[in-house]
């Protein structure tokens, strides 16, 4: 009886939790699943964007329900070592790549970390298994000579307008469809960034965008110089939209009225549409492939190339951990203005850039958060 005591506690010591009352039940008594799904609604949910959200549902109801609620793998929590993951990481290996299965293991440990803040669990297994190795995959990008040859095959397309902005200034996809017309100055010729089009994909009754009133991060928030270019084309594109309400009448979808990017009868040019139409036209096209994306890596090594300070080119894209200076401060904004003034000498110099001068004379630009 003794030897079977000292065996007993043993086996309590292998568990990992900080509990070994037998009548008191803690989270990690709970099945490992049932645990993951009580920490996807309650715990991350209120704490992330919808997409996001979705995007860790998809894996914890997906995979990992499948995975551990298969009798031979079903656990408690405290049962959970790092032998269990490593063999569920090899199961997804069959299908999924190593980036994704990394995404699969930040969320476990995510759950653990809770656990460990809760002091219900002794340890995190995700410290404790073998490296996920995940090979990162280098953005294409494009020298000048290929975004203006880009440019000129996209004149006159419906997505030669959101490409400027992302070729010029480095937009973010969520922050061009999000661009509206209220964020323009056409008379000081400046417009700024404070609100973003999120993706969705459309499941569980949700749309498949929908906006925010924020940046990606407190650097996200920025004020850009309106290049003559992109200002005459935004203009026209402002005056295309009205003629369209004209011509559609009621049948012209008013929902996005005040942005954009849209299509002639009013429906929004969703960021997915703008991807997939830029990499059909690049490969008809027999070009380099790239993304929009790899226009925004484009224009951060041009500017580079060019001897931007790279805390310059950080504030131009929007990064959140280069610099901590103030983007919304005047001084911020003329440097903003001498990164476009390189722009502007990279794809074609622009007497007009001078204009960008005249903020000096304004007090300051408020961006709306």
């Known amino acids: 009886m003794q030897n079977l005591n000292i065996v007993d506690i043993q086996a309590l010591l292998e568990l990992n939790t900080t509990n070994y009352n037998p009548s008191k039940e803690t989270k990690a008594d709970w099945d490992f699943y049932t645990y993951m799904e009580y920490w996807l609604n309650n715990i991350i949910k209120s704490s992330v964007e919808l997409d996001t959200f979705n ?47 990394d995404h699969y293991n930040d969320n476990i440990s995510s759950a653990f970390k809770y656990l460990l803040k809760k002091k219900i669990v002794r ?21 000048r000579e290929e975004v203006i040859q880009l440019l000129e095959i996209l004149k006159d397309n419906i997505i030669e307008l959101p490409t400027l902005y992302d070729g010029f200034y480095g937009l973010r996809r ?10 323009f100055d056409f008379e000081e010729d400046y417009f700024f960034i404070n609100h973003v089009a999120i993706q969705n994909d459309g499941k569980d009754n949700v749309e498949k965008v929908y906006f925010k009133d924020k940046a990606k991060s407190k650097k996200g928030y920025r004020a850009f110089p309106l290049f003559e270019n992109i200002k005459a084309a935004t203009l026209r594109k402002l005056e295309r939209i009205e003629k369209n309400k004209k011509i559609f009448g009621s049948s012209y979808n008013h929902k996005y009225d005040g942005y954009i990017f849209v299509h002639d009868n009013g429906n929004l040019i969703q960021p997915h549409y703008f991807t997939e139409r830029f990499c059909k036209i690049i490969q008809k096209n027999g070009l380099k492939p790239i993304t929009p994306h790899g226009l925004r890596h484009s224009i951060a090594t041009l500017l580079h190339l060019e001897g931007v300070d790279i805390r310059d080119i950080q504030d131009w894209l929007g990064h959140e951990n280069i610099s901590s200076t103030n983007i919304y401060t005047r001084g911020d904004y003329q440097k903003q203005v001498q990164t476009g003034k390189v722009v502007m000498q990279l794809f074609g110099s622009n007497e007009e850039i001078e204009k960008q001068v005249k903020y000096k004379q304004k007090k300051n630009i408020h961006i709306a958060v």
């Open 174 to 183: 969520n922050e061009i469809i999000g661009l509206r017309e209220q964020v």
């Open 55 to 101: 995007g860790y549902k998809r894996q914890v109801t997906g995979r990992l329900k499948d995975y551990f609620t298969r009798e031979k793998s079903k656990k408690a929590v405290k049962e959970i070592t790092a032998d269990d993951l490593d063999d569920f990481y090899a199961y997804l290996r069959k299908e999924l790549s190593n980036a994704t299965i």
């Open 123 to 143: 340890y995190n297994p995700t410290d404790l298994i073998n490296p996920i190795t995940v090979e990162r995959t280098e953005v294409g990008t494009y020298n």
